[in-house]
């Protein structure tokens, strides 16, 4: 269901939220540029399935002309759409907007996060400037390189296509040297958005082998 969450500086936007309510583990679920659409939600209900409490923040209503709980489509409008509202949203901005869907998993005892594109970059980000979290997977986060220096608080894992044209092999690189002791998974036949079912960018034996991985990190987070 859709509900509406409230960040500390008076911001307020929607959210995605499933899974059982008496869960002991709740995950946040960070989206790409498209937002909260089909293939996130789709995300959350397969991590309710396995028995975690879910939440996935609509970051782009932080955007002056953010609409709320935004959805977009993979076309070109809709690429061009959040690669714009992308930029106006400062990572601080949205750290706030995790920290506060978060804080809406109030009946678990251990909250994880994990993302898919901008949301594994954001990932990463939450890993090393909050302490909110247990653990972080990040899937394919573009920019992570920029940042590759800063020092996680928690567990994370990173998953990479060894085909992704967005985000080279040499940025992998640069994280693998400057984080020695994260796994950090490549995928070499998968491009980005591997894990995205339903495109063409879909790699499903990739995608599979990463989220078995993910589970079992997740399950020695919460161990």
């Not at 609509?58 to 489509?73: N, V």
């Not at 930029?87 to 901005?93: C, F, M, N, V």
């Not at 980000?125 to 920019?143: P, V």
């Amino acid at each position: 269901m859709d509900i509406t969450l409230t960040a500390s500086d008076g911001h307020p936007f929607t959210a995605y939220l499933c899974g059982p309510e008496d869960a002991r583990t709740g995950i946040v679920v960070l989206p790409e540029i498209f937002g909260i659409n089909a293939h996130i939600r789709q995300m959350a209900d397969r991590f309710a399935a396995q028995g975690y409490r879910v939440i996935c923040p609509s970051l782009f209503d932080r955007a002056d002309d953010g609409e709320p709980g935004l959805q977009l489509g993979y076309d070109p409008m809709g690429r061009d759409q959040g690669l714009a509202l992308r930029k106006a949203i400062s990572d601080e901005g949205a750290l706030l907007d995790i920290e506060a869907a978060a804080a809406a998993l109030n009946g678990q005892t251990t909250r994880l996060v994990t993302g898919y594109c901008w949301g594994g970059y954001l990932s990463w980000r939450a890993a090393c400037l909050s302490d909110t979290f247990a653990a972080a997977s990040c899937w394919y986060g573009g920019g992570i390189a920029r940042h590759c220096h800063d020092t996680p608080r928690i567990p994370v894992q990173m998953h990479f296509g060894g085909q992704d044209s967005s985000i080279p092999m040499a940025d992998i690189q640069i994280i693998q040297a400057a984080q020695p002791g994260l796994p950090i998974h490549v995928y070499p036949e998968a491009g980005h958005a591997f894990g995205r079912e339903g495109t063409a960018v879909h790699h499903p034996a990739s995608a599979a082998l990463a989220w078995e991985r993910t589970l079992a990190f997740f399950a020695d987070a919460h161990a």
